[in-house]
């Protein structure tokens, strides 16, 4: 039974960090893409980042790169999420998701629908 499990939310100050961790565990037989979704009160869910399933290649869309920087350790079935100078905009439930097919090579831009498994949320609000 394939469990995805995120965490490290909470509340921060505006240029704040967090780390957001994200455990997929049922899936170390398979090649999977990992990816962060965020979806705020009123608005769609949104693909923020992915990481290939070698960890060698990601993709971040432009509202958060060179801030946002996805990583994973396959040996221990975890991808990470390092937020750095957080914005009050950033603000959102923020939602790890695991697939293969295409998700498995992040290739570039990828909506929900690429992804099976996902997880609860973990809750990221930023103070101004």
């Known amino acids: 039974q394939v469990q995805v499990v995120e965490s490290g939310g909470g509340l921060v100050q505006t240029g704040g960090s967090l780390r957001l961790s994200c455990t997929a565990s049922?899936?170390?037989?398979?090649?999977?893409?990992m990816g962060w979704f965020r979806q705020a009160p009123g608005k769609e869910r949104e693909g923020i980042a992915c990481?290939?399933?070698?960890?060698?290649?990601?993709y971040y869309v432009d509202s958060v790169k060179g801030r946002f920087t996805i990583s994973r350790d396959n040996g221990k079935d975890t991808m990470y999420l390092q937020m750095d100078n957080l914005k009050p905009e950033d603000t959102a439930l923020y939602y790890c998701?695991?697939?293969?097919?295409?998700?498995?090579?992040?290739?570039?831009?990828?909506?929900?629908?690429?992804?099976?498994?996902w997880g609860q949320g973990t809750q990221v609000t930023v103070s101004s």
């Open positions: 998701a695991a697939g293969g097919g295409t998700a498995q090579f992040c290739p570039g831009f990828l909506g929900p629908s690429e992804f099976k498994n």
């Open positions: 990481i290939n399933w070698r960890g060698s290649a990601a």
């Open positions: 049922g899936l170390r037989s398979e090649r999977y893409g």
